[in-house]
Every structure is written in C-alpha cells, then in structure tokens.
C-alpha cells in the first residue's frame, strides 16, 4: 500500500486545466523532492518533473508541479489529448529509507 | 543513446525464485554520478520500487521485500541483476529496470529515473 495518495481519476476538455494532487506525509513529500511521471498505455513511465521546476528537454511547459508541507500537486495547462495517460507522483522517503511512488491518477480527455 | 534491456524467465513456478538481469548499453554502469534500480507494475496497477545498486555494490531495498531480494552488478558485463525468492502470485507483474537521475550535482537513490528499460511480464504460476 502506498504511502502517497493521488486521486484515481482526473479528467478535462481539451485547452482545460486538470490538477493532480499528491498527499504524503513529512518522511516524504515534507523533507524530500517531489517527482511526477507520466505513463502512457502499454509503455514504460517517464519523468515529467523533478526537484518542482526541472523539466526534461522535450516535456511542454504546460506541466507545472508545486508543494505545500506534505502535499503536491501537478497541474496539466491547456490540456491536449495526447496527455491521456497515468500520472503518479513520487518521492524518497526518509523512515522507509526508500524510494515511494503515488498511488496514481488517471486523466482522461474528454 | 542509453538503452537498457530487461531479460529473465517470463513464466516462474510459486516458491521459486525470480530472477531478471538489466543490460546497459550506450553508458558505462560505472559511472560516479548514477544509480541504477527496479520497478515492478502489476498488471492494471500501480508503480512499485523495488530497490536500487551502485556500480559498487550498494543497495537499497524496498523494506517490503527485503527479506527475499537480493540485487548484483556487474560491472564487466555492463549489468545489474536482481533475484526476488519464494515468489508467489503477487509477485507477478512488469519489471522495469531503470537509471536515476543526475542534475545539479544531485545523485543517487532520492533522485528520479530519467532512463528506463521497456520492462518485462513476469507471470508466476504453476
């Protein structure tokens, strides 16, 4: 069981704005950075966002991630459809000693 | 390009041992700077770590699993291995071998994977 908690599912038109949140606790999101991944059907994820501002060469910067204590979120600008996908958000985890993944949020574009 | 490429049985008996071997191609294993780990993904599930090496041989280890994983690189070979003992049904999943990253002097296990292998279905049954 997860120690990151996510919404099961999101969802927006397309050009709509969707957040994704992300609640933990001080081991974790409190004391560490905040990653997010995006999975799209059938591959294997991809890191969207690290350390809240370090994007990957080629991630749009319509994605935009924040913090606040033990929580996060994600936030999905003018969103296309190609952003149909699985997002799960992650951090180390300092009393694991461990590195721990959100439960994971499906966005879908309606 | 770094590439990394997942090998191992895709069908493991209950109470055996799993084990799945990474590839690394395109970098060096042994480089100062990355760490390299497992994920795991059941079918229609999420997102599991299940532990990461150091070219060294330092591990970290998911508590949960602990007690039956171990993980090897070798550095000759260009690879990293792990072994997770007396499986069973739940053990069944994708597994993702992958890279942490490294950024602004920022390395090692609490880092993100920014590389990762295409994963391989390992199913357990009898």
């Known amino acids: 069981q997860s120690v990151l908690t996510q919404p099961p599912s999101a969802s927006g038109t397309p050009g709509q704005r969707v957040t994704i949140s992300c609640s933990g606790s001080s081991s974790n999101i409190g004391s560490n950075a905040v990653n997010w991944y995006q999975q799209l059907p059938g591959t294997a994820p991809k890191v969207l966002i690290y350390s809240k501002i370090h994007r990957p060469s080629g991630v749009p910067d319509r994605f935009s991630a924040s913090k606040s204590g033990t929580s996060a979120s994600l936030a999905i600008s003018g969103l296309q459809s190609e952003d149909e996908a699985d997002y799960y958000c992650a951090a180390w985890d300092d009393s694991l000693n461990g590195y721990v993944f959100g439960t994971g949020t499906k966005v879908t574009v309606l | 390009q770094l590439q990394l490429q997942e090998s191992g049985p895709g069908l493991v008996k209950p109470s055996e041992t799993l084990s799945l071997t990474c590839t690394v191609s395109?970098?060096?294993?042994?480089?100062?700077?990355?760490?390299w780990g497992w994920v795991r993904q059941p079918p229609g599930k999420g997102l599991e770590w299940i532990g990461t090496i150091y070219y060294s041989g330092s591990t970290y280890y998911n508590p949960s699993l602990k007690s039956r994983l171990t993980m090897s690189v070798d550095t000759s070979k260009n690879q990293f291995s792990l072994k997770l003992s007396s499986v069973t049904a739940t053990d069944t999943a994708i597994y993702y071998c992958a890279r942490h990253a490294s950024y602004s002097g920022n390395y090692g296990p609490t880092v993100p994977f920014d590389y990762w292998g295409q994963g391989t279905l390992v199913t357990v049954s009898s």
């Open positions: 395109g970098g060096s294993i042994r480089s100062t700077y990355y760490y």
